[in-house]
């Protein structure tokens, strides 16, 4: 057997912090770290939720990995529509019946409830195992420096839209999630970028609304420099991401 080696460590300390420095994996890993903690959404893991969007009223709750994300509203005809996402699957219930859908709708069913919760408690779910994080070092929008981090994800794991990428600036001083934009493939594809505002805290966790913007003209925006796009006034609204009566409370884990 091969017995360790308990000589001192012959790097001194500013040596391992200017290793430590110029590792991408522990400078990325560092940035979504701290944006996680200063934002509070650690306590999502274990919490319950409410908020309305739009014409819908959302509940989350999720507690030692299980969880479960409801959505309510109403047919045309006044029925009261409850989709129910959990670990196990997905529901439709129609006043309060089971509904028959087919396979396609309960997957576009699935994926709109399912963005719906991961836009809302962002950056909470940029440490999920399918996540690839890339520095790609700080850049300046409006005048503030932010660090930019890519995510790609892994095909196991990473969902029907696996193949997306995402782009995250958080800011060097406060860490806050100010902007982030995203490149999809599904229909016809495209691209967003979303301005954070609105930032306000509901027990402790930082809830923020976004103006959804996309290019004046398709394909002619990089979407690696979208955001000099943005500083360029060649993005234009799309619409207002806005959660409203949001209520969030913790639960222990058991």
Partial sequence: MKLLNHKPFPFSIPIILLILHFNPLVAQESVVDKAIEVSGMEKMKNAEAS?????????????????????????????????????????????????????????????SVNSVMYFAFLPLWLKDPAVVLENKGTTFIKGKEYHKIRVTFKKEGGGVDYEDVFLYWFDVKDHS??????????????????????????????????????????????????????????????????????????????
């Fill in 177 to 254: 999630m100010d902007y982030l934009a995203y490149k999809y493939f599904t229909g016809k594809g495209g691209m967003r970028f979303r301005e954070a505002y609105n930032q306000r805290t509901v027990n402790g966790i930082t809830i923020q609304d976004y103006r959804n913007l996309q290019p004046k003209i398709k394909d002619a925006v990089p979407f690696e420099q979208i955001e000099k796009a943005f500083e360029n006034g060649k993005l234009e609204e799309l619409s207002i991401i806005e959660l409203k009566n949001v209520k969030i409370s913790t639960l222990p884990k058991i």
């Fill in 51 to 111: 908020f309305s969007f739009r014409k819908y009223t959302y509940s989350y709750k999720r507690q030692n990995g299980q969880f479960t994300y409801t959505r309510i509203g109403k047919n045309k005809d006044g029925s009261l529509v409850r989709d129910v996402y959990t670990n196990k699957g997905f529901i439709r219930y129609i006043d309060d019946a089971v509904a028959s859908i087919t396979e396609e709708r309960k997957n576009a069913y699935t994926n």
